[in-house]
DNA sequence: AGGCGCTTGTGAAGAGGTGCACAAATCGCG
DNA sequence: CGCGATTTGTGCACCTCTTCACAAGCGCCT
């Protein structure tokens, strides 16, 4: 049921409390349109048009505007947005006003690349904690970090108090872990195991699959391929597609 | 490592012609189940109910099924799927019945580790060749490939007639890559980069943002918070979590 | 052979997301 | 001081995706 709710007025008392509720498809266009923003702020710019934005983040105008209606947004009509106050905005909704701690687990072959991914630290969030089950990499250093056992996990997210994992491990080992994440209180998940984590209600998983993602390349690739070996094909309704076929969930010719 | 060719296949070489122009989220799912349907295979199962898979891949099951049924597989009813057949149909749709050779552009800390992920290999992916713009990298070694100069990338892609590019450069570097791989020929680009790529209609690109994944789950982190701060909302397992949460962020000032 | 339990495949209803098009609001300028 | 250019915010229609619910089909057991 979506319900449509004003957030708060203008000059309404209380910092914007109640927390918009978001439909999911916004919040995950939001840290585009941050990125998007911060470029902008360092280019200089103080304001920034819907559609200047939107080119910009790869969506469009129309919906960049609902989006950010929808967290009760003040752009000038006649003007465009404010770009910092934007900003701030976005990551107060987001909650980027603290950086929160990650902790990352398996530090094999990718592990160690997001270890050493500064762009975590950019944006917005801190890797307080490494660890592995191979004791073989306990007490390796990456990053300024030393890598820890699993089985500190609890002891060091009670110091660190951890807010996500991460789960870079084997898929074998990915649920094992993810049930002592769960266990010392973390309730959002990042995993890049090839599997599915099953977590009580209430504890937010995100899966990123590298393979996954060039398999669905592969479809279209296949699929473009085999348009272009059927000419005309009987004239059957494959033929009739209209303008384009483009994938709507990627990014396609923009502007030019 | 395991190649499966599809081993009692659909018979007919010459059937399945017709691309059945699937939903765009069908084709994004069915890279999960063809996962899950290797790990039956492995575990010697030879059939399984709609049930059984889509509790495999994390998915409901009226979803799954009306998911193969737009591939028009076959299923038995009172029995399930044959998990050999199944296979065969899915990855004869995703196109992943020849290993498509991929390119890398790109190869710091996280170009590094994809260049070493497994997990392109072992699903029906070859990495080709890597790149790099940077001179003291060309010439290193990386699983057995050279990393060579961007600028080979025309004549390499000839070669080895690339299906797929990845990018894994900083952002400023991205488009002209981008530009250069959709010069040789490459038409679809899978983007590490944390930046919106142009280029032309009929080119799909999918972008993975690694730290956009983060801001997503802490949005949700947040909302989380700021929800068991509030007034009774009904739900409740939230409350009943082993271990007591240790994070919890009282601000959200907004504005000004 | 016939009935029974199980599972698929799908029609239909509902939820959610998208994009157009336009009214409302604001600024700059003559 | 009012007008026109500009841009936001949003109602509405369309479309895709999801989920339910159930008839049709299949194999097994008696």
């Known amino acids: 049921m979506s319900q449509h709710r004003h957030p708060g007025a203008p000059g309404s008392a209380g910092a ?4 918009p509720d978001l439909p999911e498809a916004t919040v995950a266009r939001l840290p585009e349109y941050l990125r998007a923003l911060h470029n902008l702020a360092d280019s200089g710019d103080e304001t920034v048009s819907s559609e200047g934005l939107a080119a910009a983040a790869g969506v469009n105008s129309a919906k960049l505007r609902k989006d950010l209606s929808h967290l009760g947004s003040y752009g000038t009509r ?3 947005y404010d770009v910092a106050l934007l900003i701030g905005q976005i990551e107060s909704v987001l909650g980027l006003t603290q950086r929160r701690a990650v902790a990352l687990v398996g530090v094999g072959n990718l592990g160690h690349a997001l270890a050493g991914y500064d762009g975590f630290a950019s944006r917005g969030f801190r890797i307080a904690a490494l660890f592995d089950a191979d004791p073989a990499r306990v007490g390796e250093e990456i990053n300024g970090l030393v890598v820890q056992h699993v089985d500190e996990l609890s002891r060091v997210a009670a110091e660190e108090s951890i807010a996500i994992g991460v789960i870079a491990t084997p898929a074998a080992a990915a649920q094992p872990v993810a049930d002592q994440l769960v266990a ?10 090839p599997c599915v984590l099953s977590v009580p209600e209430g504890v937010d998983v995100r899966k990123v ?9 592969s479809f279209h690739e ?4 085999s348009l272009t070996a059927l000419p005309a094909a009987g004239g059957s309704a494959l033929t009739a597609l209209p303008g384009g076929l483009a994938a709507s969930d990627s990014q396609e010719a923009i502007g030019t």
């Open 16 to 19: 914007v409390p109640a927390l």
């Open 78 to 80: 006649g003007v465009g």
């Open 184 to 193: 010392v209180g973390v309730t959002s998940i990042l995993n890049f195991a």
């Open 209 to 217: 699959d590298l393979a996954i993602e060039l398999q669905i390349l």
């Open 222 to 225: 296949h699929r473009k391929a």
